[in-house]
Structure formats: structure tokens, C-alpha cells
């Protein structure tokens, strides 16, 4: 399967930001979800995972907890991360993924940079 992100730029601190992540190929709705960030200098961090159906959604301890949201689409092989009251902290490079045991496909990521 191949995965690309889309909606990351320029954003206020406060703001919002909606990321979207499209799949094709193999059937996106076999595959549970995430999205990972890393910021400059520091190690890829796990953000949110949602499962094949959408039914259930599992957020990262900290920071995001409260503020980001992820969905998914599987009529539009589509997989969104909202992100509501951005922070300078918030700013990285965003990827989806997909979540599952053994080799896992990446997508390019997407620069998020909040200014505060």
C-alpha cells in the first residue's frame, strides 16, 4: 500500500489544522492506522492509531491528549488527523502509517510548523 499525507504548512499558535493521509493500492480498510511525528533532533513519536473499521481510536499520553483527533474514511481510502490549539511544540514532520505486527508502510511526511 502506498500512503500519502497531505495538508501540513504554516500555522498561528491556537490555530487548527486538519492532516490527511491517502492510501491506494491494497485495500486500505485491512490495515489499522497511526500517525507519528518527529520533530528536529528528536526520535519518531506515536501520536494516534485507529483501527480497520474506525470503530476504535487510541490517542498518545501527553501533550496531544485532549486537543488531536484521528478518523478515517475507508470510501475515500483516506485516514485524518484534526489538531486543534496548535502549539510551538506541535511543530514536526507528521507521517501516517499503517499499525500492525511485522514490516509496516510509510508515507512521505508532512511539515507541520506552528509559530508562536
Known amino acids: 500500500v502506498q500512503l500519502q499525507a497531505f495538508g501540513g504548512g504554516l500555522v498561528q499558535a491556537g490555530d487548527y489544522r486538519k492532516l490527511s493521509c491517502v492510501a491506494s493500492?491494497?485495500?486500505?480498510?485491512?490495515?489499522?492506522m497511526g500517525w507519528f511525528r518527529q520533530a528536529p533532533g528528536k526520535e519518531r513519536d506515536f501520536i494516534a492509531a485507529?483501527?480497520?473499521?474506525?470503530?476504535?481510536?487510541?490517542l498518545s499520553d501527553g501533550s496531544v491528549m485532549g486537543r488531536f483527533t484521528i478518523s478515517r474514511d475507508n470510501a475515500k481510502n483516506t485516514v485524518y488527523l484534526q489538531m486543534n490549539s496548535l502549539k510551538p511544540e506541535d511543530t514536526a514532520v507528521y507521517y501516517c502509517?499503517?499499525?500492525?505486527?511485522?514490516?509496516?508502510?510509510w508515507g512521505h511526511g508532512t511539515q507541520v510548523t506552528v509559530s508562536s
Open positions: 485507529i483501527n480497520k473499521s474506525g470503530s476504535k481510536t487510541y
Open positions: 493500492g491494497r485495500a486500505f480498510s485491512d490495515y489499522a
Open positions: 502509517a499503517t499499525v500492525r505486527p511485522g514490516t509496516n508502510y
